[in-house]
């Protein structure tokens, strides 16, 4: 770097630090961190922001002194984020993703990542309740006549419509940092949001303010405002169920949140002087005496702690109108709290979108769907078949699993989630027992009820399904860590319990799941302490041609190979072979994390685990298909490039496995078309494009090709994991193990001719539910499809006579019935019936149909 360039940096800085009026401790600290990271990598962008990401790490790890208490301090130096995130010109999107590209660069450590994840979680949460608040607080409250009135005669002490949406608030984001486990998920938040308007909703009760009440709204006490009306019974009085009904929140969850959490809160904020009133009847918050007092004091307590923990200052919504009107474009971008992008894999049996799009009623509706089956509080009978000791096992393995979760969780109140985990165990275990039996009829239930792998994984899905549909902060892969699981076996578990549920599952549920598969698949079953390198070592890698399901027909190999959709039987279950086996297996209680591995004999003599198997099938298949996706982006899609683009991958994959060790997918796909591109010497094709269009992918995160494994970290003598770019990764690493071998797709004569290996196809499923009990669409086959008419019908837009006239025509040849008012939701075989291939008089119909169509268009 220039001196100048140097010295109008250092320049730059100094202004920023005396508009924020930093400390000079903060500011040296923050400056040499800079100047450590700035020679070790090169900050792309705006200088301004990567200041910001080190005056915030520095400001982070030092601590204020305060008085009162001897040795009392403060962590961090009270330097607000939302004023330092304006002086430096960077949205909240942008400064939560450079923040933690400067945590790796910076070498932070791990309690800093925490911070930033929960300070990423945090705003889109806030902003989705913000939106939700608007619309209860202007069912409940009109606006009153000071709020119109602009006279210096008005009373300022009196509490008006805006100044009680701003208290309301505010009240809320007090109470809300009480505890941890008040921010836990969203649902919980919203069940807190709403007693909090119930309190300030009986204040304006209690103060007789007629000119703020809706009288409309169905909470609004009978008689309430007349001299029949007896004030002794506000102390009852509670609009909780109808806040519930409104905002389609949990009557008793919300309840019992008022009742066990909010009044140890409130009965708090009245003895320190957070609110002034009543502390016996809570009321007195929005009197004349109090109210400005309460305003003052709940705007203090909030801003000591926002600059004390160093967070987003959440009153920002308040200041800004375009937040109140709960606008799309005013939200807090790029912090969603759901998935938004739907994972490639297994779009196919996605229900279709629901009518509640909105993050809290998604949430709100989730949870109601899973409080619906927590009557169930045990097996069912068709479990209990097992035998006593069987269940006992399950119940032991439950009782120790819902420890460590409320361990982990360090919260006595966590124990309904486990709860509600556990009723859904049991109807889904229910399920998954009777699908197998009734594929397998022979099988014995106990083999796979005594496999501790898969009982173990269907525990910690449950638990993860729950969370999710909290929409709670504790993300994927927590579970994992929670029940020290690997991801390499729960990704079995996902897609049975996708294809289990039985309608119980919304549609962000599922791609949630599908997401979680995905996520093991691409990486986290590739760290080096996954089970996976243990199968490896023992057998090799198999290609693609070795894991087709149709290949392995062709060689009459194992039933647990030849299944697409393995069920659980075959893919938990130890080694199928006799009844002596059988028994054995089931009496062992404590199996390793691989004893339930099939091994099953090649043709070669070479041995491989029949799970191995099953995990190589669905990676290939994700491989194939974000391949393709990237190849068509980059003109690359046609059969010769892409067949040797897969060739190229499936070499790298089995032949230097190695590769994969703490690294992803993505990363060894992006290497293999950018080396591809070298050697064929194709034109106007650069890494900068590949990374371009790979970020339209649903997976695709900027870690995956800024945070790329260059060399492991060694526990002998302590050194850290060193990350690089994946450039870096690729010119000294990636070029060098697989050049050699990508050479023989150069064109050169000398270019040996090397067997391009078969890759997966895409097969639809069949049969597709294309509407919520309503129409099922099975394959036809093929001496169907030739003699077909062209017959269409455009739903909401073709006359009802055509699709009655269809059903009839349809009926009449004996075909399938589409079941438009019925539909019969048994896994039974979908019956087809035969047709003839040939008949004249089945032309002459369809012409005959043909023609009525064409005149009624016309």
């Not at 169905?218 to 007349?226: H, I, L, R, S, Y």
């Not at 579970?479 to 319990?497: D, P, R, W």
């Not at 979680?516 to 023992?538: V, Y």
Request: glycine share 4%; aromatic share 10%.
């Amino acid at each position: 770097m220039s001196v100048n360039k140097a010295a109008n940096l250092r320049s730059q800085y100094e202004d920023l630090c005396r508009e924020l009026n930093m400390d000079r401790e903060t500011e040296d600290m923050s400056w040499k961190m800079f100047e450590e990271v700035l020679q070790r990598s090169t900050l792309e962008g705006e200088p301004l922001h990567w200041f910001c990401c080190a005056l915030y790490a520095a400001c982070r790890l030092s601590y204020t002194p305060t008085v009162g208490e001897s040795n009392a301090i403060v962590m961090g130096n009270c330097i607000s984020l939302n004023k330092m995130l304006r002086c430096c010109e960077i949205s909240i999107s942008d400064f939560i993703s450079k923040i933690k590209v400067w945590h790796e660069m910076a070498n932070l450590p791990c309690s800093f990542l925490r911070q930033i994840e929960r300070l990423e979680r945090t705003p889109g949460i806030t902003f989705h309740l913000y939106c939700r608040y608007n619309d209860i607080f202007e069912k409940l409250f009109i606006s009153s006549p000071n709020d119109k009135k602009n006279t210096k005669y008005r009373s300022v002490a009196r509490c008006s419509s805006t100044k009680l949406y701003d208290l309301c608030w505010c009240l809320y984001l007090c109470a809300k940092n009480e505890e941890p486990s008040y921010n836990m998920d969203i649902v919980t938040s919203f069940h807190l949001l709403l007693c909090c308007i119930d309190l300030i909703y009986i204040n304006v009760l209690g103060e007789n303010r007629i000119d703020l009440v809706n009288r409309n709204f169905v909470g609004f006490p009978e008689k309430w405002g007349t001299s029949s009306y007896d004030s002794k019974q506000l102390h009852n009085h509670c609009i909780i169920g109808a806040l519930c009904n409104l905002a389609g929140a949990l009557p008793n969850d919300a309840k019992d949140m008022k009742e066990n959490h909010c009044k140890r809160i409130f009965t708090k904020f009245f003895k320190i002087k957070t609110i002034h009133g009543n502390e016996n009847t809570f009321l007195g918050i929005i009197s004349n005496e109090n109210f400005e007092r309460n305003v003052k004091s709940l705007n203090s307590a909030y801003e000591q702690y926002v600059l004390s923990v160093g967070e987003f200052d959440e009153r920002i919504l308040l200041s800004n109108p375009n937040y109140r009107k709960g606008s799309s474009d005013a939200g807090v971008e790029g912090h969603s709290v759901t998935n938004p992008q739907t994972p490639y894999t297994r779009k196919h049996i996605l229900p279709n979108k629901e009518d509640v799009p909105e993050p809290v009623a998604s949430a709100t509706n989730n949870v109601k769907k899973l409080k619906d089956i927590a009557k169930i509080s045990g097996p069912s009978d068709f479990i209990r078949q097992a035998g006593v000791e069987t269940l006992n096992r399950i119940y032991e393995k439950l009782t120790k699993m819902q420890n460590e979760f409320t361990s982990a969780l360090n919260n006595a109140d966590v124990g309904n989630r486990f709860k509600t985990a556990e009723s859904l165990f049991f109807y889904l275990l229910d399920k998954i027992l009777r699908v197998e039996t009734r594929t397998k009829p022979n099988i014995n239930i106990k083999i796979l009820l005594g496999t501790e792998t898969f009982i173990t994984t269907l525990i910690v899905c449950c638990v993860e399904i729950v969370l999710d549909a909290y929409q709670s902060q504790k993300k994927f892969p927590w579970v994992l860590t929670c029940f020290n699981i690997s991801a390499y076996h729960f990704h079995k578990i996902i897609e049975i319990v996708v294809r289990s549920h039985d309608e119980l599952l919304s549609r962000p549920l599922i791609k949630h799941l599908n997401y979680i598969e995905e996520t093991c698949l691409e990486s986290l079953a590739w760290k080096s302490e996954s089970p996976l390198w243990d199968i490896i070592r023992t057998s090799a890698l198999p290609t693609w041609s070795d894991v087709d399901v149709d290949n392995l027909a062709k060689r009459n190999q194992s039933q647990i190979q030849q299944s697409p959709n393995c069920s659980a039987y075959e893919t938990f279950s130890s080694t199928i072979v006799n009844e002596s086996t059988r028994r054995d297996l089931f009496n062992s209680a404590r199996e390793s994390s691989n004893a339930n591995e099939t091994i099953v004999k090649k043709q070669d003599g070479s041995r491989r685990t029949a799970s191995l198997t099953i995990f190589c099938r669905k990676f290939y298949k994700l491989a194939w298909i974000r391949l393709k996706e990237l190849c068509r982006e980059l003109m690359l899609a046609e059969e010769p490039h892409l067949n040797k683009l897969w060739t190229l991958f499936e070499y790298s994959i089995t032949q230097r496995t190695e590769l994969m060790q703490d690294r992803h997918l993505d990363q060894m796909i992006m290497c293999g078309i950018y080396l591809y591109i070298r050697v064929q010497d194709i034109k106007f094709k650069s890494f900068t494009d590949i990374m371009k269009f790979y970020r339209k992918q649903p997976q695709a995160q900027s870690r995956t090709y800024r945070e790329v494994l260059i060399e492991a970290a060694e526990e002998e003598n302590g050194s850290h994991a060193e990350y690089r770019d994946i450039i870096y990764f690729y010119n000294n690493i990636f070029v060098k193990n697989l050049t050699p071998y990508a050479l023989n797709f150069s064109g050169r004569q000398q270019a040996q001719n090397v067997p391009l290996s078969p890759h997966p196809t895409e097969k639809q499923s069949y049969p597709r539910k294309l509407s919520n009990n309503l129409i099922t669409v099975s394959r036809m086959e093929k001496s169907e499809h030739s003699h077909s008419p062209v017959l269409t019908y455009e739903f909401s837009k073709s006359p009802g006579k055509n699709l009655e006239e269809l059903n009839s025509f349809i009926r009449s040849r004996g075909k399938r019935n589409l079941p438009f008012t019925e539909f019969d939701s048994s896994d039974g075989p979908i019956i087809e019936s035969k047709i003839p291939k040939k008949t004249p008089i089945y032309l002459e119909k369809c012409r005959g149909i043909l023609q009525d169509r064409q005149e009624d268009i016309k």
